[in-house]
Structure formats: structure tokens, C-alpha cells
């Protein structure tokens, strides 16, 4: 370890910390190595026996996934550190990592940080804090994915090379477009369609330059709720749509209906329906505006996160609502408030509403019995709603437990999930819904 070698690592704050004379006693455990891009350092799977730091280049890391390919997880620069805390309990590395470029990288052996930490306990809470911002960074990558399309990623990602450079709104791609492509959740395809995407918000890419005309344009697209074109309304309509958010939907309905059963109380659950205020259901009303589709979601989610209750963007322009122990007129109360809430919003945001409304309401109330599957208040909700759209929106519409439905209590799945009901009967029951 040369002079050069020992500014790199002054320039993290972990080995500021240390002091010149611990990291002295470091010294001879230490191994330096330049790497060619392409070589790896280690590999997912092998024993993490070592903390690194990387004095010069890029570092990526990468896991490899079920198909053998890489899914990226973060690149690592000059001066930062990496370690697994497996390295404290003989366990592997969860990544691998791998040169993007010529790199010099040093590795400090595992059993001599340990014997640091004895001498000077500081250093183990420094350690920690590191593991708490990745973990808290992969927290926000993970939000990312979730809830902004490839694009919104591309342009956060290029929004923090404005912040890191010094060029104001112009810089250099740091890295090759395939491996931002992988950081950012993409592919090289979807990279270049984002790409076209963002010239409409201001981003001129001339090979590796990229130029930002307009910086607060480009950070108001990045923290929408979702992005502006017709791809990425399909793919992402709110924060409140997700498949992880209908499972959990899913699952936490599925507690509650047991809760319920066990108890002999009630359990509701309402379907809000958004559109353009048609009488006829059998219409097809335009697209409601996403944005407006997203204040409607916000607004459903301030009422529902209480007492129990819970919500989901459950299908195209449908929200779920459940609320357990709420009896039918706790259901029919909230169906209004959340009513009076979506046309008001509406009104303030000059969305043209029809002579009725432009939400309909279909409310469900039962106490189940042994006999019930969960489907049934799932079925009946969904008949409320089709009811409140045949009366032309505006209206809270519900549909009691009638012992003599039997088409309503058939389970279209056998209990083993909650569809979206579509079954052979649901038409005669929506026919009959109608004519009630």
C-alpha cells in the first residue's frame, strides 16, 4: 500500500475515523490489486472473509439470477467501502462484484477489522452505519421499481449526476448505457425507448452527453406519481397498484373474513369505480385522467387508513376498500364520504363530471357463516357496483346477503384465491341487479 493508495483511503470517512495509528496496524493485512475491466473481485456465493475499498475506477455489483443472467445492484466509486456483515458470521457473499473499468481496489481481511473493533469500539458502530445506508438506499431503490416507470428511474438517475457533477446541466454518461440500463431496473431496449421518452421533458442525449434544458421540469416528471405517456399510465396508474399491494390486499382480506368468522361480526367492502359519469355501463367511457385517478386514490387511502380498514388500487379504474366490522350502514356512510370526497376533488381540479357523477359505489356487508367462501362478499360488491353504474354514478349501491341467491354463494375459484369475479353467473346476477 503506496502513498497514493492511503489518500484513497483518507478520503472515506470510515478510515478518517480510524486514525493514523489504527490504520497503521491495518497496514499488513492489507492487499492491493489492480483489476482489468470484466474481472471479478468475488463471487455471490463465496465466503465473506473481507471488507474492500475502492482506490481508483468503478466496481459494480451484481446478482445473478434464476436465468443466469445479472441483475445490478449499485456501482461503487473511488473512496467507497463495501462489506457483507456476513463477514462477522463466516456467511457468503450475497453479490458479486465486478470491475467496469481498470480498477485499484483494497481488501482489509476480515479477522483483522474484527481485532480493529476490540481496540477501538467505535469502529463497529461506524460499520453499522454504513450497513444502515444500504440498507436504507436498496429500501429506496426498491420503492423506485415499484412505483415509477423506467423512465422517472433514467431520469432520477440522471438528476444525481447533475447534483454529483460540476457542470451544471450538462455531463458524460459515467457508465455504458447497458449497465444504467441494469441500474435503473431496465433493458438496453426499454433504456433507449426512455430515451425518445425524455426529449419531451427537456433531456438532448448526443452519444455519451446528456444536456438538461430545463432541471425543475425534469424533477417534477421524476416525482409525479406516475409518468405522462400512454405505456406508462398502463403500467403504473397509481402508487396504490401493484401485484405486491393485492396480494397483501389479498392476504390481510383474507385475515379479516376468518376474524370475522370467528367473532360473528361484520366485515364490508366497497368497490369505487372512476369514470366519466355515462349512464350505460355497457358504454366505453374515455380514459380518466391518471392524475386525477391518483388525487382519487390519495383520497380514498386518507379515509380508509383507519380503524381497521384498508385499501388497493384493485383493477383498471377500480379501488377496494375493506372494512372490517363495519356493518351496512358503516359501509353506506363511508361510500358517501368517499363520494362527496371524489366529486369535490373533481370539481377542484375541473374534471367534466356527467349529469350524475363521475364515481359509482357498490357497498357489500355480511357476517359470515360456515358455510360462506370469501368470494361471496367479493361477488356481492361487485354487483353493487355494476347496480350503481346502471343508475348513472353518483350513488351508493349495495347488495344485502339474500339466502336466496345461490349463484352469488358458488365460489367461482373453490376458495383458493380472490378473483376478480367473472363467472358464468355473473351476468344473470348483474342482469338481475339491474332490474332490482
Known amino acids: 500500500m503506496d502513498a497514493r493508495d492511503q489518500a484513497a483511503l483518507l478520503r472515506s470517512p470510515l478510515f478518517m475515523a480510524m486514525g493514523a495509528d489504527l490504520l497503521a496496524s491495518l ?9 482489468q475491466g470484466g474481472e471479478t473481485l468475488f463471487a455471490q456465493g463465496e465466503a465473506a472473509d473481507a471488507l474492500f475499498v ?5 466496481v459494480k455489483l451484481c446478482r445473478e439470477t434464476g436465468s443466469h443472467e445479472q441483475a445490478a445492484l449499485s456501482v461503487l466509486t473511488a473512496g467507497q467501502v463495501y462489506f457483507e456483515p456476513s463477514m462477522f458470521s463466516a456467511g457468503p457473499h450475497l453479490a458479486t462484484a465486478e470491475a467496469v473499468s481498470s480498477a485499484r481496489v483494497l481488501r ?10 476490540t481496540v477501538k469500539p467505535g469502529l463497529a458502530f461506524d460499520l453499522f452505519a454504513l450497513c444502515s ?6 429500501a429506496e431503490q426498491i420503492e423506485r421499481l415499484k412505483t415509477h416507470s423506467v423512465s422517472q428511474r433514467v431520469a432520477a438517475f440522471f438528476l444525481e449526476q447533475i447534483n454529483s457533477a460540476s457542470e451544471g446541466a450538462n455531463f458524460t454518461l459515467p457508465y455504458s448505457k447497458a449497465l444504467i440500463a441494469m441500474l435503473v431496473g431496465g433493458t438496453s431496449e426499454s433504456f433507449s425507448r426512455s430515451l425518445v421518452q425524455l426529449r419531451q ?3 438532448e442525449i448526443d452519444r455519451e452527453r446528456v444536456t438538461i434544458q430545463d432541471i425543475e421540469r425534469l424533477r417534477r416528471y421524476v416525482e409525479a406519481p406516475f409518468g405522462e405517456s400512454a405505456r406508462e399510465r398502463k403500467q403504473i396508474p397509481t402508487r396504490y397498484a401493484s401485484l405486491w399491494k393485492r396480494r397483501k390486499f389479498d392476504e390481510r382480506l383474507v385475515r379479516s373474513w376468518r376474524t370475522a368468522l370467528t367473532a360473528s361480526e361484520p366485515i364490508s367492502l366497497l368497490f369505487v369505480d372512476v369514470g366519466d359519469g355515462q349512464a350505460s355501463p355497457a358504454a366505453n367511457p374515455a380514459p380518466v385522467d391518471r392524475k386525477f385517478l391518483a388525487a382519487v386514490g390519495a383520497d380514498i387511502f386518507r379515509e380508509a387508513d383507519r380503524d381497521g380498514k384498508f385499501m388497493v388500487h384493485y383493477n383498471g379504474e377500480i379501488f377496494a376498500v375493506a372494512a372490517p366490522r363495519a356493518d351496512h350502514g358503516d359501509a353506506m356512510a363511508l361510500g358517501n364520504k368517499l363520494l362527496s370526497n371524489i366529486e369535490t376533488n373533481a370539481i377542484q381540479r375541473g374534471v367534466e363530471m ?21 368470494e361471496k362478499i367479493v361477488c356481492y360488491a361487485d354487483i353493487a357496483l355494476y347496480r350503481a353504474k346502471a343508475l348513472g354514478r353518483g350513488v351508493v349501491c349495495s347488495f344485502h346477503d339474500d339466502p336466496s341467491c345461490e349463484r352469488a354463494k358458488r365460489s367461482p375459484s373453490g376458495g383458493a384465491r380472490i378473483p376478480v369475479i367473472d363467472s358464468p353467473h355473473c351476468s344473470i346476477c348483474r342482469r338481475d341487479a339491474r332490474c332490482a
Open 27 to 35: 497496514a499488513p493485512s492489507v492487499s492491493v490489486r489492480d483489476y
Open 54 to 58: 475502492v482506490a481508483d475506477g468503478c
Open 108 to 117: 482489509f481481511d476480515g479477522i483483522a477489522i474484527r481485532a480493529a473493533m
Open 133 to 138: 445506508d444500504a440498507r436504507r438506499n436498496l
Open 201 to 203: 421533458h427537456g433531456v
Open 354 to 374: 356527467g349529469a350524475s357523477g363521475i364515481a359509482a359505489i357498490g357497498a357489500a356487508t355480511i357476517v359470515p357463516s360456515p358455510r360462506d367462501r370469501i
